[in-house]
C-alpha cells in the first residue's frame, strides 16, 4: 500500500513515517514529500486538493492526516456513534471531510477511492512525543484539567519539554522528534493506550491490511 502524508510541519512529516512504519509493522511505501498544512484550519482547507491530487494524479492508496488538538472538543466515544458529527471535534471535521471529497470524485483509471487515516494530538504532538517520558503528559490529563479549569501543562511547555527551547530551528526540532519517536517504535501501545487519538489513527491503520490486523 502506498501511502501519503499531510502534517502541520516537516518535524511532524519525519515522526509520522516512523510512527507509522511502527503500526504497520513494517516500513510502507510513502508518496514524497509529504504534503505540509500552516496549522489550522489550513489542514482541513488543504485536504480536499490533496484528495483530488492523489486521486487523479498518483497511485496512492491512502493519505495519513494529525493535526494537533490545541484547546478544541477532545474526540470521545460518544463521537463514534453512527451518524454523529461535533462540529467543534477536530477529528469529526477531517473525518466528514474525507467522506464529503471522496464520494463526489469519479473513478479514475479503474482506482478505488483514496482511504484514510487521521489522528489528532491533544493538545499538540509533542505531547506523543513525551509518552513513556513523562508520565503526567496524557490525554487523560489534559481532559481532567479543562474540566477542572485549570491546565496541567500549556503547549508551550511541552513544546519546551521536548526540545529545551522555545525556539528550535527546523534540524534540531526534526531530530528531537526522531529521537522521541525512536523510543516508541518497537512499542506503541503505551501511546495507543495514552493518547486515544493517537489510537484511532492506528485503528485506521491496521484495518487497511489483514496483515497488519493480526498484529
Keep these: 500500500m502506498k501511502l501519503a502524508l499531510l ?11 516512523v510512527l507509522v512504519a511502527a503500526v504497520l509493522g513494517g516500513q510502507p511505501q510513502f508518496v ?11 489542514v482541513a482547507q488543504l485536504m480536499p486538493a490533496v484528495l483530488r491530487h ?32 461535533h462540529p467543534q471535534c477536530r477529528l469529526c471535521q477531517l473525518r466528514a471531510v474525507h467522506r ?5 470524485l469519479p473513478p479514475a483509471q479503474g482506482r478505488g477511492r483514496v482511504v484514510r487515516a487521521i489522528g489528532i494530538a491533544v493538545p499538540a504532538i509533542e505531547a506523543w512525543y513525551l509518552c513513556g517520558r ?17 491546565a496541567p501543562y500549556t503547549r508551550a511547555e511541552l513544546k519546551l519539554r521536548v526540545y529545551g527551547t522555545d525556539r528550535p530551528s527546523l534540524p534540531h526540532e526534526i531530530a528531537c522528534a526522531l529521537r522521541e519517536v525512536g523510543r516508541q517504535r518497537s512499542d506503541v501501545r503505551r501511546l495507543e493506550n495514552d493518547f486515544p487519538g493517537f489510537a484511532l489513527l492506528a485503528a485506521d491503520l491496521r484495518a487497511w491490511t489483514p496483515s497488519a490486523n493480526k498484529r
Excluded: C, M
Excluded at 7 to 15: F, G, K, Q, R, V
Excluded at 137 to 144: D, K, L, P, Q, R
Design 7 to 17: 502534517s502541520e510541519s516537516p518535524a511532524d512529516e519525519a515522526a509520522l513515517r
Design 32 to 42: 514524497a514529500p509529504g504534503y505540509r498544512a500552516r496549522g489550522w484550519p489550513n
Design 54 to 85: 492523489l486521486h487523479f494524479n498518483t497511485d496512492a492508496d491512502a493519505l495519513v492526516v494529525v493535526a494537533d488538538a490545541d484547546d478544541t472538543v477532545v474526540h470521545d466515544a460518544r463521537h463514534e456513534a453512527p451518524g454523529y458529527f
Design 100 to 104: 464529503q471529497t471522496v464520494k463526489k
Design 134 to 150: 513523562d508520565p503526567g503528559v496524557t490525554e487523560a490529563a489534559w481532559i481532567e484539567g479543562r474540566v477542572e479549569g485549570r
